[in-house]
């Protein structure tokens, strides 16, 4: 019963401590020239989606929840922000090649199409991100077409 105490105690310790460790912010006051609403012509029911689906993960400007202050959610939330832009940052759009475009693009039409994103763990809790048939239907006739026009 001791050792369970201790353990406990020690667990306790732990997580109090990493609340100290702090991470890294993605956010900015800014909306770049190359940001992909301004590069291109989406139409208001897309932009709206997307920014609210896509852009926490995908851009320089996260909408933090308030349990992000919290480790180690935090450290989970950075990796994905970290890894998604890198995937692809709708904040630097205007500045891939049109061949780069065209990938990104057939990209998010099978991802959309594979209910790959916008992530599962992401619309457990931010129930708005979830896309509905007819707005997948709607974002990937719209990529389709900025795809074709490249």
């Not at 990796?79 to 990938?103: A, Q, V, Y």
Request: aromatic content about 8%.
């Amino acid at each position: 019963m001791k050792f369970v105490k201790i353990s406990a105690l020690i667990l306790l310790v732990a997580l109090v401590g990493i609340q100290f460790v702090p991470t890294k912010r993605n956010q900015s006051n800014t909306v770049p020239k190359t940001d992909f609403m301004l590069v291109n012509n989406v139409p208001g029911a897309v932009q709206n989606k997307l920014q609210v689906s896509c852009y926490d993960c995908h851009s320089n400007n996260t909408q933090y929840p308030w349990y992000n202050k919290l480790q180690p959610i935090a450290w989970l939330m950075e990796d994905h922000i970290t890894k998604g832009k890198e995937e692809l940052n709708f904040n630097e759009w205007g500045e891939l090649s049109n061949r780069r475009k065209n990938s990104k693009l057939r990209s998010i039409i099978s991802q959309i199409e594979d209910n790959e994103m916008p992530m599962d763990s992401y619309t457990l809790i931010h129930r708005d991100a979830k896309l509905s048939e007819n707005e997948k239907t709607e974002i990937i006739k719209y990529m389709s077409q900025l795809k074709n026009s490249l």
